[in-house]
Nanobody, 119 residues
Framework: QVQLVESGGGLVQAGGSLTLSCAASGRTFSTYFINWFRQAPGKERESVAAISRNGINTYYADVVKGRFTISRDNAKNTVYLQMNSLKAEDTAGYYC????????????WGQGTRVTVSS
């Protein structure tokens, strides 16, 4: 099992940057695929970015491509989401999730961190 804790959210002006962290417990972190999701009030949850177990393969939703960067440091049991050129529409709760098997449902979720972008 793995426990996830997000941090790094906050209030930022449009055009600014934030870096979110997803810290995991356990010694098997490197065996998990990690995905960042977000959910804005009144909207469905959407996948933002994902990263493979070794960090080589990444995925980005079109709406964040070129602005967000996902990375991981398995030695520190942490995944990062660098967010640049933030827009008001990026305002949401951001959650990281983990799964052991590619294509399976995400079985482990953090409690989320709030990002608010003021225009």
């Amino acid at each position: 099992q793995v426990q996830l804790v997000e941090s790094g959210g906050g209030l930022v002006q449009a055009g600014g940057s934030l870096t979110l962290s997803c810290a995991a417990s356990g010694r098997t972190f490197s065996t998990y695929f990690i995905n960042w999701f977000r959910q804005a009030p009144g909207k469905e949850r959407e996948s933002v970015a994902a990263i493979s177990r070794n960090g080589i393969n990444t995925y980005y939703a079109d709406v964040v491509k070129g602005r967000f960067t996902i990375s991981r440091d398995n030695a520190k049991n942490t995944v990062y989401l660098q967010m640049n050129s933030l827009k008001a529409e990026d305002t949401a709760g951001y959650y990281c999730a983990a799964r052991r098997i590619e294509g399976a449902q995400y079985g482990y979720w953090g409690q989320g961190t709030r990002v608010t972008v003021s225009s």
